[in-house]
C-alpha cells in the first residue's frame, strides 16, 4: 500500500465528525444509545465524511458548514452496514461483534431505521431542497442494489452487467454523493465542477468496490475485519468469480458449486483456489486501474489548488490497495 | 359503529391516492414490486392520506396538491408496518399474509426501506425544508418508539407514562403530522390554524391507539384481521393491562405470568379473562373520551367550513369503534 494519508488536509474536520456522529445518535434510550455507539466505536475508514470535506476544500477552506453533511452521509453508510448485518446474520464486522449479534436483530432493524432518520434531520437542517432530493433518489437506489444483491446470490448465469449495477449502488453511489454535496454546499463550486467532483466519487467508488471484492480473495481476516472468502460464502459473485466462470478451464465445475448454497460454504477453499488461479483477480485488478483512470479524468478541469493532488493520490491509494 | 363515511368529502382524491400508491412503489425489480404491491393492496383504511386531504381541505378545494403527501405519509405508515412484521414474526395482517412470511425477513427489512426512501423523494419535490424538517423529526421519533415498545414488554412496573409515550410514537404521531403538514401545504392556513389540526391529530391518535388496544380484547379475529389477544400474548402491556395490574385483586398473578413470556402464551385466556373483567376496558374507553374531547376542543379556532364537522364525526367514530 502506498505510504499516504490521504485524510491529512481535513484531519481537524474529521476529529470534529468524529464526536459529532455520538453527539448525533444521542437517544434518551440508554440501549439504542449502546448500540449506535457500538457502531461508531467499531471504527472504519470515514471515507464519505472524507469525500464530503476534500469535495468541498476545493471551494473554500472553513469546512465548518460541511461537517453536519459529512457527518450524515456517515450515518446512511452505517444504516445500511447494520441492516446488512442482520441480513446476512454477519457477527462480525471490523473485527468486532455486530449489533444483531449483541443485541439481537429486532434492535439492529431499529436501530439502522434510527440512524437513518437522524441522519435525515441532519441534512434537512441545510434547507436546501435540492440536497435533499439527490439524498432521497440515492437512498432508493441504494435500496434497491441491496435488493439486486440479494436476488444475484448464487446465480452464475447473470453478468457483468449485473455486477456493475450491484457495486454502484453498494458503494459507488454514496461516495458519489459524498462528492457531490461537498461540492454543493460551496456557493462557488460551479454546475461542471458538482459534476466532475460526482463522476470522480462514482468511478473511484467503483474502482473501490471491485479492489473490496479482489481484498475478499486476496486479504486474511486480519486485514479485512471478517473472514476472508465471506462474499463467496454468501453466494456473492464478484469480478474474479465472473472471471473465471467464463475464462476458467474448471469453469463448469465452479459454476455447479457456486449454484448450490450448501457448496458455497462446504467448498469454498476449492471454489477461491479455482478462482484465485482463474486470472480473474489480475482481470479485476485491470478493471479497477479503468476505473481510477477515468476517476482522474474527472479532476482535469477542477480548480487547480493544493486539495487536487490528495484526490489524485487517493485514485492512486485505491487502486495500490488490492496489492 | 357509527354508520358514518367520513371520507365522502375527499373519495375522489382518495381514489388517486390509490393508484399513486402503485406507481409510486415502482420499480424495475418485479420482487420489489411484488412486495410492495402485495402491502398495498392488503388495504388498510388509508386513515393518514384521509387526515392530510381533510386538513387541507379547510384552506382550499383543489386538492391536487396534497396528493403527493398523503401518498407518501402512507408509505412511510406501510414501511414502518413491514418493519414491525419481521420483529414480531408476524405471519398475517389485516388478514393476509404478511410480507415476511411470503418473501422473508431479508425482502422485508429491503422493501420497508425502499418504500420509507420513495416516501421522502415525494416529500423532497415540495422543495419545502420545514415539511422536510417536521417529517425527519418525527421519524426519528417514531422510531425511538418502537425501540420503547420493544423494551416495554413483559415489564409490569411500567406505568401509564411509558404507555402514553409509547402509542404516541406509534400512532399518534404520524396522525398528527398528517394533519399538520396538509394545513402547512396551503398557503392560506395560519401558524395557529397548522398548530391546531397538529394538536387536533394527536389527541384523535392517542385516541385511536387507545381503542386499538381495547380492540384487542374485544374484538374477534375476523374484524381485527389477526388473532385476539395478540398483543398481550408478546408482552404488550396496554391500558386495560395497566388498570388491571394497578387495580384488580388477581393482579399479582396477573403481573407474575405477564412478566414470563412463556406464560403471556400458554396462559393467554386466563390473563385475557381477568383484564376483560378487571373493569380495565371501561377505563381505558374513558381515558379515550378525555382524549376525543381534547381533539374536538382543538377544532374551535379553525375555520367554519364544510370539513370542520367531517373532523367532529371522526372523534365520535374514534370513540364509537371500541364497541
Chains 1, 2 share one sequence.
Not at 494519508?5 to 465528525?17: M, Q, S
Not at 441504494?142 to 446470490?153: A, F, N
Request: charged share 25%.
Amino acid at each position: 500500500m502506498l505510504n499516504f494519508d490521504f485524510t491529512r488536509p481535513i484531519a481537524k474536520e474529521l476529529n470534529l465528525v468524529e464526536a459529532k456522529l455520538t453527539e448525533n445518535v444521542d437517544s434518551k434510550l440508554s440501549l439504542l444509545n449502546e448500540a449506535s455507539n457500538h457502531l461508531i466505536k467499531a471504527g472504519g475508514k470515514r471515507m464519505r465524511p472524507a469525500f464530503a470535506l476534500l469535495s468541498a476544500k476545493f471551494f473554500k477552506d472553513d469546512l465548518q458548514e460541511i461537517i453536519p453533511l459529512a457527518v450524515a452521509l456517515e450515518l446512511v453508510h452505517m444504516a445500511t452496514l447494520v441492516h446488512d448485518d442482520v441480513i446476512d446474520n454477519s457477527q462480525t464486522r471490523r473485527g468486532r461483534d455486530t449489533v444483531n449479534k449483541t443485541w439481537g436483530n429486532r434492535m439492529s432493524i431499529y436501530s439502522g431505521n434510527y440512524i437513518f432518520a437522524r441522519s435525515l434531520s441532519l441534512i434537512a437542517a441545510y434547507e436546501r431542497s435540492d440536497v435533499i432530493e439527490v439524498m432521497a433518489d440515492a437512498s432508493t437506489k441504494i435500496c434497491e442494489g441491496e435488493i439486486i444483491q440479494m436476488l444475484s446470490c448464487y446465480n452464475v448465469e447473470l453478468g457483468l452487467k449485473n455486477y456493475l449495477r450491484r457495486i454502484e449502488r453498494k458503494t459507488a453511489l454514496l461516495i458519489s454523493l459524498s462528492c457531490q454535496l461537498g461540492a454543493m454546499l460551496c456557493n462557488n463550486a460551479s454546475k461542471n465542477d458538482i459534476n466532475a467532483l460526482r463522476l470522480y466519487g462514482y468511478y473511484l467508488g467503483m474502482a473501490f468496490q471491485i479492489t473490496d471484492d479482489i481484498l475478499d480473495f486476496t486479504a486474511d481476516e486480519k486485514v479485512l475485519g471478517k473472514p476472508a472468502g465471506s462474499d463467496i460464502r454468501q453466494g456473492v459473485i464478484t469480478l474474479p468469480v465472473l472471471y473465471a466462470l467464463k475464462n476458467d478451464k474448471h469453469n463448469k465445475e465452479l459454476a455447479n458449486l457456486i449454484r448450490s448454497p450448501e457448496l458455497c460454504v462446504s467448498a469454498a477453499e476449492r471454489i477461491i483456489d479455482i478462482i484465485v488461479n482463474s486470472g480473474g483477480i489480475e482481470y479485476a485488478y485491470n478493471v479497477t486501474a479503468r476505473f481510477v483512470y477515468k476517476a482522474q479524468r474527472q479532476l482535469e478541469p477542477l480548480p487547480d489548488v493544493a486539495i487536487k493532488s490528495t484526490l489524485l493520490y487517493m485514485t492512486d491509494f485505491i487502486q495500490e490497495r488490492a496489492f
